[in-house]
C-alpha cells in the first residue's frame, strides 16, 4: 500500500480518474482534482469522491500534492505538462493511465523537470461509459495494472506507481516496456476493437437483431467506442497496430481461400489451431 | 404445444439432439431415439433422457413415431433419407435441426415420398462442449428457432414444427425463406467464427494471457469449434459465407486504411456507425 498521508492529485476527473480518485479516498488518503469542468468538480465534492478540487491549474493547489495521477486524453497530458510542470513540488511522482505508452512515455521523459520523476501506467479497466457519474473503484478488482518503467526510472519510484495499483485493488501487477506494452495492447486491445467496428459497419444489421445469438453480441459489444478517444490511441500507436491487422487479414485471408477453395484439412487445421490455444484462456 | 400423444424419434443423439429428447420426454412426449452408439444409448435410458431406443434403423421401430428429428451432420442427414425414408409411417412430419438450409431444405424435398413431409428448421442454441452426456434443455430457453418453409410446404406441418420449438421453450419463433436464413446466418455466426479462428491463428497468444481483458475473451470465446461440423457447414454455405467475408474484409481494409493514413474523419465515422448500430442491439 501507498505510505499513510500521501496527497494524491487526480488531473482529469472522466470515468477512470473518477473511479481512481474514490478508490484511493475510500482507501484513506487525501485526494484532489485539477479537472475544467465546475459541475464534474461540484459532483464529485457533494459524493465525497475527492476532498478538494479546482477548475483553475494555480501552483498553490498543485504543490501541495506528493503524486499527481494524469487521466486526460494523451495530447491533452502532453500539453498539460508543458505548460504547467513548473507548478509541482519537487520530487514529486507523476503517473498516468494511458492507453498508448511509447507516445506518452518517451515525450514526457524528454521534457520533464530533473527534479521530477515519471512512470507510466496502464490501467486495463473501463466500462461502456464515460463521466465521473459513473466512477466505480470497483472496476479494478481483479483487472491488470501495467507499469511501463524505462531506464530513466528509479526502483523506488516503479515501486510507489505499482503500491497506487496495488491499493487501487488491481488483481495482477506486471512491468512491461513501454514497447512491450504497445505491441500486447495493439493486438489484444486495439485490433480487437478494429474488428468489431469494421463488422458493425459490414452491414445494416437492425432487422437482424432478433436472430442475434451470443457470438455476434459478444464479438460486437466493443463495437460501442469513444471515437474520440480511440482514433487518438490507435494513431499513437498506428505502426504497431498496422502490423496486428495485417497480421489478422493475412490469416483471415488464408482462411477465406480455404473455404474458397473447399479445402477441408486447411480449415480444419485452423480450427483446431483456435481450439486449442482458445481452451488455454480458460484454465 | 404439440398435440398430447405425440410420438417423436429423434435421430442423432449429441448435444442437440440429446437436449431436444430431454425437453420434449420432460414435456411428457414419448420419445424415441436412434444412434449408433450402444453407449450414447445406455446413457440416455439410464437418465431417462428418452422412452426408447435403437441402435439399428428397423421399420419396426421408426414406424412408430410420428414425428422424426434429424440432428445430425448434414451429409449423414441427407444418406439417412436415402436409406431409411422407407421405413417412416406415412403422414408423418420430419424436421431438422441443421444449421444451413438450402444445402438440406431442398434435397431432402426431392428425394422425399411424396406421403411425407420435411419442414426445416434451425435451433440457434448450443455449447462449447458435445455429446448426449452434456444434453441439457434449458439452452433453448429464451433462443431462437427458426423456421424455413418452402412452398412444397404445408401450413399445418408449419406449425407443428413451429410448436416443437414452442413445446422446447425457445423465446423466439420466426419463419425464414432458406435463402435469407443462409443470409443471416452466414453473416451473423459464420463470419463471427471465421473472424474468432482467424484472430486465434495470428499469434501464438498463450504469453499473453495474464493481459487478456474481457474484449479478447468475448471476441474468442467461440474460436472453440468443432472443425468437423463447421467445415462441413461452411462448405454448404460457401457463397453467402464468402460474399460476407469479404464485406467484412473491405470494411476491415477501410478502416486500415483510415489508420494507416491518419484519416481521423473516416476512423470516427466508422466507430459512430458501430457505436450507434451497436447501441440497437441492447434496447
Redesign the interface.
Known amino acids: 500500500m501507498l505510505a499513510q498521508g500521501t496527497r494524491i492529485l487526480i488531473v482529469g476527473l472522466g470515468l477512470i480518474g473518477g473511479s481512481y480518485a474514490e478508490g484511493l479516498r475510500k482507501a484513506g488518503y487525501e485526494v484532489g482534482a485539477v479537472t475544467r469542468s465546475q459541475k464534474t468538480l461540484d459532483y464529485a465534492l457533494a459524493k465525497g469522491i475527492i476532498d478538494s478540487g479546482s477548475i483553475e491549474v494555480t501552483e498553490d493547489y498543485v504543490s501541495r500534492f506528493d503524486i499527481v495521477v494524469f487521466a486526460l486524453y494523451p495530447h491533452v497530458f502532453l500539453s498539460w505538462i508543458e505548460r504547467y510542470q513548473g507548478f509541482i513540488r519537487p520530487g514529486a511522482l507523476l503517473t498516468d493511465v494511458t492507453g498508448v505508452k511509447r507516445a506518452v512515455v518517451y515525450k514526457v521523459e524528454e521534457m520533464l523537470r530533473p527534479d521530477l520523476e515519471f512512470v507510466g501506467a496502464h490501467p486495463?479497466?473501463g466500462r461502456e461509459v464515460y463521466g465521473v457519474e459513473n466512477a466505480d473503484s470497483s472496476i479494478f478488482k481483479g483487472?491488470?495494472y501495467?507499469v511501463t518503467p524505462t531506464p530513466a526510472n528509479t526502483e523506488q519510484a516503479v515501486r510507489t506507481c505499482e503500491e497506487l495499483g496495488r491499493t487501487l485493488g488491481f488483481g495482477?501487477i506486471?512491468r512491461l516496456t513501454p514497447e512491450m506494452h504497445d505491441e500486447?495492447i495493439g493486438?489484444?486491445?486495439q485490433?480487437?476493437?478494429?474488428?468489431?467496428?469494421?463488422?458493425?459497419?459490414?452491414?445494416?444489421?437492425?432487422h437482424?437483431?432478433?436472430?442475434?445469438?451470443d457470438?455476434?453480441?459478444?464479438?460486437?459489444?466493443?463495437?460501442?467506442?469513444?471515437?474520440?478517444m480511440?482514433?487518438e490511441l490507435?494513431?499513437l500507436n498506428?505502426d504497431e497496430?498496422?502490423s496486428?491487422?495485417?497480421?489478422?487479414?493475412?490469416?483471415?485471408?488464408?482462411?477465406?481461400e480455404a473455404?474458397?477453395e473447399?479445402d477441408?484439412p486447411k480449415?480444419?487445421e485452423?480450427?483446431?489451431?483456435?481450439?486449442e490455444?482458445?481452451?488455454?484462456?480458460d484454465k
Do not use: P, Y
Not at 496486428?244 to 477465406?256: I, N, P, V
Not at 490455444?277 to 484462456?281: E, G, N, V
Open positions: 486495463m479497466a483487472a491488470n501495467i495482477c506486471s500486447m493486438f489484444l486491445s485490433l480487437t476493437h478494429c474488428i468489431a467496428v469494421a463488422l458493425m459497419n459490414s452491414k445494416e444489421s437492425e437482424l437483431a432478433k436472430f442475434t445469438g457470438s455476434f453480441r459478444d464479438l460486437t459489444r466493443i463495437a460501442r467506442i469513444n471515437e474520440g480511440w482514433s490507435f494513431l498506428r497496430l498496422l496486428q491487422m495485417d497480421l489478422f487479414a493475412e490469416k483471415f485471408g488464408e482462411l477465406r473455404v474458397a473447399g477441408i480449415m480444419q485452423m480450427m483446431r489451431i483456435s481450439t490455444r482458445r481452451s488455454r484462456f
